[in-house]
């Protein structure tokens, strides 16, 4: 179907934070197709360029979600199997929060909320000064975007008209207290931001082609001179039943039963 490994990808996501007993699996499945997307299919990343300054750049701020970076990244060939073996385990190289010196794949020390999107907007504001190519793509989630720094930053991004930065939101609607439109109201984020000066539009953050579409530098609802957010819709927990919008799975790790029940669905799904 031209997407390769997105069964495998969400398999060792589950396999991983199971043998850590770690939490954030239902986060983890949210954001994993954006991610699959923009390293699978979008950015220009690899080994061959990865200390070019020319480079795209990607920054998932929302970090407590790092099995599905890593994972991604384990099966576009970029972290040994070895490491992700050993994630969030004691003499361990993947810590749960991402630790920008145990990869150069990874940009920035994220997971203490509400950072990624001023270093993004840092990047792409030296690319410009340095008249680099190169599109930085940050990921947000949609609790996160309650954080005063990242309107500080929306509002820089517009004043120094950054349109090679892409902000990505994923929102799934829940964050760690409840529904993030119960806890503070975003229902009409699309439109906060072309406000704020941004271009802006809303897909299904699970469908593929679209976000392959909308995450293009050559994307035509962005225009000349303004930065570009995209309202990705998505489902906390997406591809195992019993985790899909479920507050619990920001905090739990499956046990055996649930593990084997998980795999399994996947298996069928994918």
């Known amino acids: ?125 030296a690319k410009k000064m340095d008249t680099r190519s190169g599109t930085v793509y940050v990921i947000c989630g949609d609790g996160e975007i309650n954080e005063g720094s990242v309107w500080e930053a929306i509002m820089f991004a517009a004043t120094y008209k950054l349109d090679n930065l892409t902000l990505i939101v994923d929102y799934n609607k829940l964050q760690a207290f409840g529904k993030t439109n119960e806890v503070i109201s975003q229902t009409n984020l699309e439109e906060r931001f072309k406000v704020f000066g941004w271009d802006s539009c809303s897909v299904d953050g699970h469908n593929l082609q679209v976000l392959e579409q909308v995450l293009r530098p050559d994307c035509k609802l962005k225009t000349k001179d303004k930065p570009f957010v995209i309202i990705a819709n998505t489902i906390k927990g997406k591809g195992v039943s019993f985790m899909e919008n479920k507050l619990e799975w920001h905090y739990k790790s499956p046990n055996d039963e649930q593990l084997k029940l998980a795999l399994q669905e996947i298996e069928d799904k994918y």
């Open 1 to 125: 179907m031209g997407y390769p490994k997105l069964k495998e990808i969400r398999q060792t996501i589950l396999e991983m934070v199971h043998r850590a007993n770690v939490s954030h699996v239902g986060s983890a499945f949210s954001v994993v197709d954006i991610l699959y997307t923009l390293y699978f299919k979008v950015a220009s990343i690899s080994p061959s360029n990865i200390f070019d300054p020319s480079r795209d750049i990607i920054i998932l701020s929302k970090g407590h979600s790092s099995a599905a970076l890593y994972s991604v990244l384990y099966h576009r060939g970029y972290l040994s199997q070895e490491a992700v073996d050993n994630y969030s385990l004691d003499n361990g190289s993947l810590p749960c929060h991402i630790d920008k010196d145990k990869s150069p794949f990874f940009e920035a020390s994220t997971g203490s909320l509400g950072h990624g999107l001023s270093i993004g907007v840092g990047r792409a504001l």
